[in-house]
């Protein structure tokens, strides 16, 4: 899928530049990523498999957005938010492995490509996501002797901030209260309670991922503060767009199998609002999200990037 | 199991210094585990069940010891040493969760007590080992504004180190090279393999748990090598002892399904070498372990600690 172009913050459009950062971030990925002899063949292939699966890079894309946002000058120094970004997107792609894992949603089919354990059998897909999960950190926490203090202080609040988005209170917790809630029907699972899952399943991450951004980018509590709001909002739209995409979107476009949550009778925004409601939401929580930017007098891309989450076709 | 107490290293006998970090240790882990409402109940009483289910502590006691070990006076800061020892023991935690699981070994009991997938289910138990890796590199990260740079840089190179050694270039690598070789026979699995698998499955992670303590401790280079060589013939002794135990432990002590890796045909040194051999080469490593102290004018507890590995019962 090509994101909009129509929109230009700058000279790049924007199709550029999310194709140019896109293009860093898979460099970055490939380079980061272990290889034989330091680790066995098997693993590393079964983690590179399911890093390029043809990912969208949306979190990845957000984390250098957040940060290039808040550089005097617009373009973030990559050697210091590269490792950020891929640490987000090694931990997005661990949570898709095992979430479709069989003892979770037994999902076959993902970004057009069979899972992981159809691939490499269940044992291996397990220890790929954990693998993923693992490299992540130590892709934040590296670095060398003649690293500067600040840089040293900005990379552990980063990883801290995202090893809590991405743990029980965060991710983790959210796919706990998805798992527990599968089969019960909106009539008992009350609206709190699923945005209170989505904010932690897929927002949590989303918000890590900006944050991150911003935080590694040398922004100010205040500013890093407008990029959590605003990451917020726009993780709450993603998630309604994607019920929305599983229900409405083609097989083929959205590269997984559709309508898979309602059949699992999983609750989600179309099931409990109706798809126009549902929409409407959608579209109130990326204007919502916009106003934080503007607010904090902060944006670039991150404009943009709301754009897209809300006209995605996958 | 009560630690050796005939040999002393200062005014404490070995088993009163064993006791008292053992409750330091279970005292901070109770502390820093998430709690409601933070996070999902469920998510966090399956982590508490593993994380106290009876565990020797062998790898947070080799992080204290070792810090303790370089640290003049005897008595590291435990403020700053006991995350990393916190952290070791929860991603050797998860790591025994995740290898429980039915797609892996499919063991239901451990250190005497039915493992997570049984009590939990399978979906809860693999996302417990996942907050459980998760929280250990936010154990490590956090910190506050007022840590002083050399701190904050220490604690960035025992996450990196320790994340390192648990990843696909260590523990994970070991496991997917467990998975892939049982039910080879001893015939064309060779000794080379054998130790090259133990050494990242469990050799890796007692590794890091000795030098995150050196480091964390603040040793110089050379004094921190010479802790993971150390550590490195421990590690080897322990699986050694390990395997031995597995064929000759009673079921009860072990706490464990005891004849589970014969049964299952995984390598092992006494199927390899025979128990007599096996033992010979178990108390030559913890030779070697201690006479590595020795060269480098260390040791204290660590010493202790190797006699402890040699003369386990469970």
New interface residues.
């Given amino acids: 899928m090509t994101p909009p172009s129509e929109s230009t913050a700058g000279v790049t459009t924007f199709a550029d530049y999310v194709r140019g950062r896109r293009a860093a971030v898979d460099e970055a990925l490939g380079r980061l990523l272990?290889s034989p002899p330091?680790?066995?063949p098997?693993?590393?292939e079964a983690?590179r498999y399911t890093v390029f699966a043809g990912g969208k890079r949306l979190r990845p894309l957000l984390t250098l957005a957040a940060a290039d946002s808040v550089t005097p000058g617009g373009m973030a120094n990559d050697g210091e938010v590269l490792p950020a970004a891929c640490a987000v997107e090694l931990i997005h792609t661990?949570s898709l492995v095992?979430d479709d894992?069989p003892?979770?949603d037994n999902d076959t089919l993902r970004r057009g490509q069979p899972t992981a354990h159809v691939v490499y059998?269940?044992?291996?897909a397990?220890?790929a996501?954990?693998?993923l999960?693992?490299?992540a950190?130590?892709v934040l926490?590296?670095?060398s002797e003649s690293d500067p203090?600040s840089l040293?202080?900005r990379?552990?609040r980063t990883?801290?901030y995202i090893?809590?988005a991405?743990?029980?209170?965060g991710m983790?917790?959210g796919?706990?209260?998805d798992?527990?809630s599968t089969g019960t029907t909106s009539a008992v699972f009350d609206t709190e309670r699923l945005r209170a899952t989505h904010e932690r399943k897929t927002g949590a991450l989303i918000r890590a991922a900006a944050v991150a951004g911003a935080l590694m980018g040398g922004s100010s509590h205040p500013v890093a503060d407008a990029v959590d709001r605003y990451a917020t909002h726009l993780g709450l739209a993603f998630q309604i767009v994607d019920d929305i995409l599983d229900i409405e979107g083609v097989q083929e476009d959205l590269g997984k199998t559709a309508g898979k949550d309602a059949d699992a009778g999983k609750p989600t925004y179309p099931a409990m609002f109706g798809l126009e409601e549902s929409r409407h939401l959608a579209a109130r929580s990326i204007a919502d999200a916009k106003a934080e930017l503007r607010t904090a007098g902060i944006g670039g891309r991150l404009f943009e990037i709301a754009d897209w989450v809300l006209s995605r076709t996958r």
Avoid: K, N, W
Wanted: proline share 6%; glycine share 10%.
């Fill in positions: 272990p330091a680790c066995p098997l693993i590393a983690m661990y095992h894992l003892a979770m059998g269940e044992a291996v397990i220890l996501g954990d693998a999960l693992t490299e950190f130590r926490a590296r670095g203090a040293r202080a990379r552990l990883l801290e090893a809590a991405a743990g029980p209170e983790v917790g796919q706990v209260m798992v527990s």
